[in-house]
Structures are given as C-alpha cells and as structure tokens.
C-alpha cells in the first residue's frame, strides 16, 4: 500500500524557514517523480514543485522559485522542500504526491502538513 | 502559464441523478508527445485529493464507472452518471502538458 506522510510544518514568522518532509513507503520510490502541492485555508490546489526520480530534472512554480528548494533522499525514502524567506502568502496545507507512470499526473497524495506563517 | 478555469464553480445534485463539471484551458494541452495531460481529482471534506480521471478519459485505480471524463485540446469534462452522498466534495482538474502544472478554482458538488 503506497504511503506518504508529511511532517515539519508549524508556526514560523515571515523570513523565516521550514522545511518538510515526506517519508514514502509501498513503492519503489527512486522509480517516480515526486511533486509539492499546497492549498491555503479555503483555496484552491496550487503546484509547487516536482523532482524526478533521479533527482536530477527539478521544476518550480513562479512563486517558489528562488525561495524553495525541494530535494530528495533515495536511500531514505524521503522528499523534501526547504522554505526559505517565508511569506504571509505561503501559509497552506502542503501536500506531497507521487507522478503517475507514464503520466504528468500525481496518483497519490499524502494527508499534508500545514505550515502558518504569521508574527 | 495556462489557465484552467471550471464551470460551474456550485452543483446541487439531486441523489440519484447526473452531475456534469466543465473545464477549459486557455491553450492546447495537446502535448509534444501526442497525449493530453489532463486529470481531474476529487477532495472531500477534510481529505486530500485523490485522482479520478488521467489523460483526460482513464478513470484510476479502484474509481467508479460512473465516473467519467471527455474531451479535447481545451475543452474538457467530468461526468457523474449517478451522483451518490459518498460524492460530495470539490473536483478540480490540473493540465500536466506544460509547467507550471496548474488546476482549475473547484467545482463544489453538494447534495440537494
């Protein structure tokens, strides 16, 4: 059964830094391409970032470009996204989500983590 | 970057009857390598999303028949052949042709 779950999310000020994890497990997880996608309280989804399996074709919304970073750990399992210089606007849910096979798409989806940035 | 844009944005269905969720993009999402990126997701209350619908027309693992999606170059839908309770929630569709991957405002499916 393929699992994702989020963590690190929480209360952080503006410019400041978070960073999350997502700990995979039920599938071969150096074989897929990994995404971030977020959605502020009452919102809809946003695209954040994708990693290939590798990890080594990495793309950014315009909104995190320069700010973001995502990254990732084959022998843990693991995803990431470091967020740096944290604004009001990137107070969401985050959610991690595996690439579909032979798709763009995301198959499945973790329960998020949210992440508010407030003083 | 393309937009999405669904109609309507509020669907009161009666228990039992069709419910039909509209999606067009402001460009092609024909893709270089000949297929059509386009999904829809389903979200619950309190839930994450969860796929339905790929490549405009392939309904996911363990998804329902009465689900099903239509379409081409930038129209695109999703239909609900028998809307049940279990189905309440937001649809929204995403393109995956081009990046940024964006996704459409959601579409609200409530029971009348």
């Known amino acids: 059964e393929v699992q994702l779950l989020e963590s690190g999310g929480g209360l952080v000020q503006p410019g400041g830094s978070l960073r999350l994890s997502c700990a995979a497990s039920?599938?071969?997880?150096?074989?897929?391409?990994m995404s971030w996608v977020r959605q502020a309280p009452g919102k809809e989804l946003e695209w954040v970032s994708v990693?290939?399996?590798?990890?080594?074709?990495?793309y950014y919304a315009g909104s995190a470009k320069g700010r973001f970073t995502i990254s990732r750990d084959n022998s843990k399992n693991t995803l990431y996204l470091q967020m740096d210089s944290l604004r009001a606007e990137d107070t969401a849910v985050y959610y991690c989500?595996?690439?579909?096979?032979?798709?763009?798409?995301?198959?499945?989806w973790g329960q998020g983590t949210l992440v508010t940035v407030s003083s | 970057d393309i937009v999405m844009t669904q109609t309507p944005l509020s669907s009161p269905v009666t228990l039992g009857q069709p419910a039909s969720i509209s999606c067009r993009s402001s460009?092609?999402?024909?893709?270089?390598?000949?297929?059509?990126?386009l999904s829809w997701l389903q979200q619950r209350p309190g839930q994450p999303p969860r796929l339905l619908i790929y490549k405009i027309s392939n309904r996911f693992s363990g998804v329902p028949d009465r689900f099903s999606g239509s379409g081409a170059g930038t129209d695109f839908t999703l239909k609900i052949s028998r809307v049940e309770a279990e189905d309440v929630g937001v649809y929204y569709c995403?393109?995956?042709?081009?990046?940024?991957?964006?996704f459409g405002q959601g579409t609200k499916v409530e029971i009348k």
């Open positions: 460009q092609s999402l024909v893709h270089s390598d000949g297929n059509t990126y």
């Open positions: 039920g599938f071969t997880f150096s074989s897929y391409a």
């Open positions: 990693i290939s399996g590798g990890g080594g074709t990495i």
């Open positions: 995403m393109q995956g042709t081009q990046f940024p991957r964006t």
């Open positions: 989500a595996k690439g579909l096979t032979g798709t763009t798409d995301f198959d499945y």
